[in-house]
């Protein structure tokens, strides 16, 4: 107590600057585009791109040499690979910078723009699964370690929305808004844990991602249309093969 402190008087804590930068607000969210959101986009193109490049250069390399065989091609599968670093590095050094909900719709392109792209994938290793049954006795030797290559492929694709997922999660367990009890409740951080592991696998990392949306109020109505689709597409190709029976039938 100092000789200017009244009694019974103290001075607040100190907050060392260690504190300081661990409860710094993030930016004033404004809505609307933000520049990551490019750079989201661009991963999506670039990962839709990079395959388009192996088929291209499969097809030059099988005329142009005349084998069957190249492994010239196999460096683009770790492509995926280093947009995943990329976008780790872009979080730790810019997320604690950004408010959660651009993390998040950042998250979201790359979520939402890869969904064809995994069902193209999994149709391909359901087929490949198939082979391993039929007559073909060679399939059952060829087909497990192109499901596996594929599968790695896949996950590792996976993994570039996850930085963006796992600093939201930090981020909105600290502010509190996955849990109605206010931030560091425990709702809300068992949630962002689970969140957090959730993405590691497939399907469930859009659905702990669609939970967010729900709860953000955000990216709602294109989440519905997302998640409408499949069901839309279904109901025309059934009514494409309804159609063609019909008209088979009564054109006979």
């Keep these: 107590m100092t000789n200017n402190q009244a009694p019974g008087q103290y001075y607040q804590p100190v907050q060392y600057p260690s504190q ?3 409860y710094q607000q993030p930016q004033l969210f404004k809505g609307g585009f933000h520049p ?11 990962t839709y791109g990079y395959i388009v490049l192996f088929v291209i250069s499969s097809n030059f390399l099988r005329s142009f040499t005349g084998t069957e065989n ?12 280093f947009l995943s670093i990329a976008n780790t590095v872009i979080t730790v050094t810019y997320g604690r910078k950004l408010d959660r909900r651009y993390l998040l719709g950042a998250a979201l392109i790359l979520k939402y723009g890869l969904i ?8 391909v ?3 490949f699964f198939l082979l391993i049954f039929t007559p073909v006795v ?15 492929i896949g996950w590792i694709t996976l993994t570039e929305s996850i ?10 367990a600290r502010e509190g808004v996955l849990s109605r009890k206010g931030p560091g409740a425990a709702a809300g951080v068992v949630f962002s844990v689970f969140g957090c592991i959730m993405q590691m696998f497939f399907c469930l990392d859009v659905l702990a991602a669609v939970i967010c949306c729900f709860k953000e109020k955000r990216h709602v109505k294109l989440t519905i249309c997302v998640l409408a689709a499949p069901v839309v597409l279904f109901g025309l190709f059934m009514a494409y093969v309804v159609g063609l029976a019909l008209i088979k039938k009564y054109t006979g």
């Design 20 to 22: 300081q930068l661990y």
């Design 36 to 46: 990551l959101y490019i750079w989201s986009i661009a991963c999506l193109v670039l």
């Design 70 to 81: 190249s492994k010239f091609p196999i460096v683009f599968f770790l492509f995926p690979l």
């Design 116 to 123: 064809p792209y995994f069902v193209f994938g999994g149709f």
């Design 125 to 127: 290793i359901a087929v």
């Design 138 to 152: 060679i399939m059952i030797f060829v087909s497990p370690p192109i499901i596996m290559v594929l599968s790695v």
């Design 163 to 172: 930085p963006f997922m796992v600093a939201y999660f930090i981020m909105a």
